[in-house]
């Protein structure tokens, strides 16, 4: 089983995304966005390759206006070197990636020239997928659209319509049951007909339920035959609801406990999950760290390393409870590690913790910082203390430090990102 996260990460440096308006889209403009893209997800694989991610959604802005006329470059070409450098980290490293265009990329629409948009944005991200040399495994999930008054036209439209795309598009296209329109017993019967893969997402299903009442494990178990050999495995969405927002709303972070018990109800265990969630990579890091059969303390260690100082600045009682808990090497307390983390996060924090925690990295400069740094970290402190400036500017100046000083603890701290 893989589990991975899509398009972005929290706390790596580096692997930010970045795109630009249309009236700034010169050809220079978008070769130089194009190359920032690039080496941001050659980052990004390469942090998954050391925290052994093999699950990796790719961003479908990685080329802006991809699927647009306002791009003449042939970027394909242009950066042909750089893709294959990125394709063979993928493949060597075992690797398996996504594509999954957005909500205007709607196949069944009434309007032709929406149709025509969706074919050729599915058309751009074949070709990504293509020039990074990957295999039929690497998919495009698509959902089916709209109903538009008129369910059935509206799915012998989608019907249709794929039978339009490229041989290279069909052959990656798999389909995903959404929270508005199309069930998953709906999808499956589009991808029985199409024979073509159906993704299975849990969330959407919970929300979007069939007449036909069953279990996750049921629905996975009927998307599973429309998953050929040349697929690769089987594919699945997981998230979790916010509960402080409206119903569909990916959570914060993956809670351990519900997601350990959605895997034990797993028939089939050798299949790969796609995590949608707010914190992407830390949560895919979480659920590895719980299933994983390599039960190391060592694992939580580093991952403590990571979220201490943010727990410190939200619950201090938790703080000592988990070093606590990481003293006796002999064990793997993932379940209660993990707990206590999302327990604290959960908390309000209170000026006096905000400020403890601070004072604790300002503890990395205090003794190489020069007299003029000191003497700003003192004066916005008092300020603090006095309501006059919020801990974002305590935290913003400590970050500043952390790069200047090149502080590489800090650097793979989450406390300057949750």
């Known amino acids: 089983m893989s589990i991975g ?47 052994k991610i093999k699950l990796f959604r790719i961003s479908s802005d990685i080329i802006p206006f991809g699927s647009s006329m306002a791009n003449t470059l042939s970027w394909w070409e242009e950066f042909a070197p750089h893709f294959k450098r990125i394709g063979e980290k993928i493949k060597s490293n075992g690797i398996r990636v996504s594509m999954h265009p957005g909500q205007y990329t709607v196949l069944n629409s009434p309007s032709e020239e929406v149709v025509e948009r969706a074919i ?20 495009i999930i698509l959902h089916i659209g709209g109903v538009y008054n008129d369910k059935k036209l509206a799915t012998e439209r989608f019907i249709s319509n794929y039978r339009l795309l490229e041989d290279n598009v069909k052959q990656r296209l798999v389909i995903e049951n959404d929270d508005k329109s199309y069930t998953i017993e709906e999808v499956l019967n589009i991808g029985n007909k199409l024979k073509i893969p159906v993704i299975y997402d849990n969330l959407h299903n919970a929300i979007n339920s069939p007449e036909l009442i069953e279990t996750d ?54 299949i790969d999950i796609m995590l949608e969630v707010k914190d992407k990579n830390l949560s895919a890091i979480k659920c590895i760290n719980s299933i994983s059969s390599s039960k190391k303390i060592k694992r939580l260690e580093e991952e403590w390393s990571r979220y201490k100082y943010t727990v410190l ?33 959960e908390k309000e924090p209170i000026p006096g913790d905000l400020l403890n925690s601070a004072l604790h990295v300002w503890g990395y400069f205090k003794k190489i910082v020069t007299k003029q740094e000191k003497d700003s970290f003192l004066k916005n402190i008092e300020k603090y203390k006095q309501g006059k400036v919020k801990i974002k500017t305590i935290k913003n100046f400590l970050w500043k430090l952390t790069l200047k000083y090149e502080q590489d603890y800090l650097l793979n701290s989450f406390y300057f990102f949750l």
């Open 5 to 51: 996260y899509a398009c972005l990460t929290m706390g790596v440096l580096n692997t930010d995304q970045k795109n630009c308006l249309l009236k700034n889209a010169t050809t220079d403009k978008l070769s130089e966005l194009i190359k920032h893209n690039l080496t941001s997800l050659e980052n990004i694989i390469e942090y998954n390759i050391k925290n």
């Open 120 to 139: 050729a944005d599915l058309n751009y991200h074949a070709r990504v997928l293509d020039s990074l040399d990957m295999d039929a495994s690497s998919k």
């Open 217 to 270: 494990s049921y629905w996975i178990r009927e998307c599973n035959k429309t998953w050929q050999e040349k697929d690769g495995k089987q594919k699945i969405h997981y998230s979790q609801q916010d509960p402080l927002k409206k119903a569909g709303s990916h959570s914060k972070t993956i809670r351990i406990i519900e997601f350990l018990q959605f895997y034990t109800n797993l028939e089939d265990k050798d």
């Open 313 to 345: 600045e939200y619950a201090p009682v938790n703080y000592t409870e988990i070093r606590h808990l990481l003293k006796n090497k002999s064990d793997y307390p993932v379940v209660a590690f993990y707990n206590l983390i999302e327990g604290a996060l």
